[in-house]
């Protein structure tokens, strides 16, 4: 296992320098040193798939485990009716059509229910680290991309487990997918209740004890903890990971967690994206070009329109609701994760992967160009857009200037102030004082024979 995770690291170390010296995204360069290191390029096992598969397994909940810490309630309020009407927009349309090009192609109802869940999410890695690349992490249009992406990780998880149990039970029954997604409602408000109910009181409590090493060992036992629950209770492991890393993102800690977390996540998410690129098979890539130049436009153009008029629709003004669908153009690890049940399932056509993949790699190479193209395309829309359009824009980006003044000029956050309130209800509760008292309590029992020698 050291031999297989030596070949990985310096592979992937010395690949994705030089696609960082190309000034391309490094995750290109992971999955690049995955086809490098993989069975089909030189016909020789460089490594073995178990455990690659393993480790890869292990980086797809680290990497869950940090997009849920950069889930912030606050933010989410803020910008809730565009992250809502703009992320249910981009996954009904781009389901819709995903489905259509399935059975298109003459693909069953389970290969094009499956295929349309991996062309519905864009990467929220990918994005982000595009638009910072770009210089654009203060503009406007950030704050509802990032909330719609967060949305977005949260029906990945939800399609995730139904289409767990659709794959499994290979029927489509109505009663049964809504019972299962009343149970997954349900089980999710009962964890995330009981989550905000003990854990940020009890980190609170010990935070005087709580050093940088302490803090990454409990933060990593409470999201392995929350995967086992997820596994028990017949969920997937990454909907537990995702779900604990949002209860400790609404603690006072989550900064500093996400910050000692990040170097862990780089290194798991490195694998993965390696583990993927090792499923690739070059001559199938040239046997496919047609199909995976179709799947790419297919993503292109459809996260522009449906990008674009979601935003639109929740309230953005015309240029940054443009901005995000161009952003929006790729997918990624959340397509990888679906796209690799449908084959661990064994539900999908063994040439939907490498297709996926492909195409999430030359798509992903097309993000920063087609950002680029995001203003120069609005400013030719408003040129030779009619005046009833163009008097619609116009008062748009008005009315979002007044409101962003209003918000400015503002003495008082009520919704910070009913948060607090909330939490401060909630830390006042008997049952979690006693909890956390009870905790306390036995660690300084323990505490007490080490105090006397």
């Not at 939800?158 to 009343?182: D, P």
């Amino acid at each position: 296992m050291v031999h297989d995770l030596y070949i990985l690291m310096i592979t992937a170390g010395v690949v994705s320098l030089l696609f960082k010296l190309l000034k391309q995204p490094v995750v290109l360069g992971y999955i690049v040193a995955g086809i490098l290191v993989g069975p089909h390029l030189f016909g020789e096992k460089l490594v073995d798939m178990e455990n690659v598969e393993t480790w890869g397994n292990i980086g797809v909940l680290f990497v869950l485990f940090c997009i849920g810490l950069e889930f912030r309630m606050k933010n989410l309020f803020e910008s809730g009716k565009v992250a809502l009407i703009g992320a249910a927009t981009i996954v009904v349309g781009m389901m819709l059509l995903g489905f259509g090009v399935g059975k298109f192609a003459e693909l069953d109802t389970m290969n094009s229910l499956f295929l349309a869940a991996m062309l519905c999410m864009s990467s929220t890695t990918i994005v982000m680290k595009a638009i910072d690349e770009a210089g654009l992490g203060k503009a406007r249009f950030v704050k509802g991309a990032t909330s719609i992406l967060i949305f977005e990780d949260i029906i990945a998880v939800v399609l995730l487990v139904l289409l767990s149990s659709v794959a499994v039970k290979n029927s489509f029954e109505g009663v049964e997918l809504l019972k299962k997604v009343g149970v997954l409602v349900l089980t999710l408000a009962v964890w995330f209740v009981c989550g905000i109910l003990i854990i940020p009181t009890l980190l609170r409590k010990v935070r005087p004890y709580l050093n940088d090493e302490i803090l990454i060992i409990l933060s990593l036992g409470l999201c392995l903890g929350m995967v086992l629950t997820a596994e028990e209770a017949g969920f997937s492991s990454a909907l537990g990971a995702f779900v604990m890393g949002m209860v400790l993102a609404e603690t006072l800690e989550s900064h500093r967690i996400e910050h000692l977390m990040a170097p862990l996540k780089n290194v798991f998410a490195a694998i993965f994206f390696v583990s993927v690129g090792m499923m690739i098979n070059p001559t199938s890539l040239v046997e496919y070009w047609p199909s995976i130049l179709i799947v790419a436009v297919v993503i292109i153009v459809g996260m522009i329109i449906f990008g674009t008029l979601g935003c639109w629709w929740g309230g953005e003004t015309m240029k940054d609701s443009m901005m995000t669908g161009f952003s929006f153009v790729q997918i990624g690890e959340f397509s990888f994760i679906i796209a690799a049940l449908g084959s661990k399932l064994g539900v999908t056509d063994p040439a939907i992967y490498p297709i996926i993949v492909a195409a999430s790699v030359l798509t992903t190479f097309l993000t920063p160009y087609i950002m680029k193209a995001a203003v120069p395309s609005y400013n030719l829309l408003y040129k030779h857009a009619s005046t009833r359009l163009r008097e619609k824009i116009d008062r748009r980006e008005q009315e979002v200037e007044q409101a962003e003044q209003a918000a400015a000029t503002a003495t008082t956050d009520n919704s910070n102030n009913k948060a607090d309130k909330v939490r401060h209800a909630v830390r006042k509760t008997v049952v979690t004082k006693r909890l956390v008292n009870l905790f306390l309590k036995n660690m300084s029992e323990n505490d007490q024979p080490a105090a006397k020698k």
